[in-house]
Nanobody, 123 residues
């Protein structure tokens, strides 16, 4: 049974930092990604990382501020978020796609999803 469980969200002031964690089970050789959805907006890709941990991808809006990483031995993916802005406010979701298949880093390529964790950035 596949499970993805996010944690680490919360309320932070603009300019602050948060680290999100996603612990997964029931997966083997999967690329992982972090996505977000704000009220009234479409779900969007934030960052993705390959099964091997190489070739991270970042949306332009978070480049230089967010870092994605993973430890396959711990079945965990992290999203380190620095210099947070009010526009980063959203539900952040972790997702998985078969290794090498999510070449477009698109929401639609990811088939397994967690429930999400709320991140709220106050101005």
């Amino acid at each position: 049974q596949v499970q993805l469980v996010e944690s680490g969200g919360g309320l932070v002031q603009a300019g602050g930092s948060l680290t999100l964690s996603c612990v997964y089970s029931g997966l083997s050789r999967y690329d992982m990604g972090w996505f977000r959805q704000a009220p009234g907006k479409d779900r969007e890709t934030v960052a993705t990382i390959s099964w091997s941990g190489t070739t991270p991808y970042y949306a332009d809006s978070v480049k230089g501020r967010f870092t994605i990483s993973r430890d396959n031995a711990k079945n965990t993916v992290w999203l380190q978020m620095n210099s947070l802005k009010p526009e980063d406010t959203a539900v952040y979701l972790c997702a998985a796609a078969p290794a090498g298949k999510a070449t477009a880093h698109s929401v639609y390529e990811y088939g397994y999803w967690g429930q999400g964790t709320q991140v709220t950035v106050s101005s």
